[in-house]
């Protein structure tokens, strides 16, 4: 395991000179007929097995078929995909259709449900390591019943499953054929892909260029090419969008509301699911008294993160769900209380000790990093930053694995809050679960969510088992961070509630 989802921010540590390369190659291909979208960063993985950051999820989720995705608008809604109908009246066996003659482009032939088949059962294989193996706990196998039916067989029901999984981006579909002609492993250049558009063309340093699928019978995008570019910094975003290079820009912070909202460009803010976080590694010697890691998480003044990295707009987590979905701890945030952390410190007698914050070296993580160093300092901890390229941060082997101590994170989002919890238990401790939360009851609770059918019923185990990751005090939750998004007059985008753009679904202005 090397790969963690998450929801990668805008490094500032990349050069102007970079960008400016960037901006050239997207320049040629600006023509009226491509769309231009900056992303943060390049796109890693396209296999829905290992896909771990956001510029990866964006384009899994516009090149991949699913049974149901969710769909542009202002609430979390999902619409049937590649099937046609699905029946989920009985969440342990769900059965489906899928839509005839929806083609894989590279000449693999049609989305049949072996296909389906295929993608969600390799999961289960141990050997292909998949990063999101969790999500498919309770997979027993797909069979298929027909060339476009057949029935998904979990070992319990699962109404979880259709809505955090099967509906999102780890419940993504491939070519079987495509995926075995590659010896079943594929990285940075999907195999085959069905749906409005295709892959064209990616070298490095150049767009990553999508162009119109024309085996796609569905609904036509307006869009004769799609060009991905990346652009890690923010600031050289908004410029490269003052130049005219880019149509659509989106950043990960509420910050750059105000500064683009200057431009000439149309300026949203959006919620977002993505949760932020201080992880606090239990497992650390350091960190293993748990008087220590609650006094971290006394003496840390959110409010004044908050008001660093999003002008206010951004409100204190409770958890790891986001205000409006099931499962949100309706509860008073942890309050700053200097007195007590230095109580719990001199208790634990860890006055002078040293420890390390490992962060995404990007202006808001290192603001966030400042400010927890200078909290700390004030009860006498001292804390060395660690400020990494993403690549490194989110690289975790077993040596780093045992030195895991202060992080500040942040993870995809999803509208069900058991995708973002259910990586916390026992068996992923140093592998996903950073903080090293290993309780057998939080791990019951997990279990009983993932086959609860009754709503009332998981929204209570969530907030219990959100209650019981900060009683552990290996977690300090900061917000669910909001996005901002910047768009031209030349088009009319289409985006999900978050403000992650649908590539299919943007639109050429009349003038």
Known sequence: ?????????????????????????????????????????DPGYLDPAYWGSSSEQLLIDNLYPRLAKHVPGDSWKAELDAAKSVDLSDPQH??????????????????????????????????????VATE????????????????????????????????YTSGAIISKAAAEASDGYFEATPVATAGPYRFKSHEPGQAFMLEKDPAWTGKAADFEEVAIIAIADDNAARVAFDAGEIDFTYAASALEYDSWSTSAGNTELR??????????????????????????????????????VSNGRAEQATGMVAPGLLGHRDVLPIQRDMD???????????EGTVLRLDFVNTANRATIAQIVQANLAEIGLTVELNGQDEGSFWSVDETRAADLQLHVKSWTGNPDGIYTMQYFTSDQVG???????????????????????????RG?????????????????????????????????????????????????TAN
């Open 460 to 508: 209570r185990l969530y907030t219990q088992m959100q209650e019981m990751m900060e009683k552990s005090g290996n977690f300090l939750f900061l917000t669910n961070e909001p996005l901002t998004i910047l768009w031209n007059d030349k088009i009319v985008p289409a985006t999900l509630p978050d403000g992650r753009p649908v590539f299919a679904g943007f639109k050429k």
């Open 1 to 41: 395991m090397t790969r963690i989802p998450t929801k990668p921010a805008r490094q500032v540590s990349i050069g102007t000179s970079v960008a400016a390369a960037i901006w050239t190659a997207a320049a040629g291909a600006g023509a009226a007929d491509t769309l231009r979208i900056a992303v943060a960063a």
């Open 136 to 167: 498919f706990t309770l997979l027993e196998d797909v069979e298929v019943t027909g060339k476009y039916t057949g029935v998904i067989h979990l070992s319990a029901p699962s109404p979880a499953f259709w809505s955090a999984t099967l509906s």
């Open 271 to 308: 919620t977002s699911l993505d949760p932020l976080w201080l992880g606090i590694s239990e497992t650390y010697e350091s960190l293993s008294d748990i008087r220590v890691r609650q006094a971290i998480q006394k003496a840390v003044d959110v409010p004044a993160i908050l008001a660093a």
């Open 431 to 457: 592998v996903w679960n950073w903080e090293g939360l290993s309780n057998p009851d939080y791990d019951a609770l997990v279990e009983r969510a993932r086959r609860s059918t009754d709503d009332a019923e």
């Open 340 to 350: 007590g952390a230095r109580a719990l410190i001199a208790e634990a007698g860890a």
């Open 94 to 131: 769900i059965a489906f259709e899928l839509k005839p003659g929806i083609m894989w482009s590279g000449g693999y032939g049609e989305l049949t449900a072996e296909d389906v088949e295929y993608s969600f059962e390799r999961h289960l294989d141990q050997g292909l390591e998949s990063g």
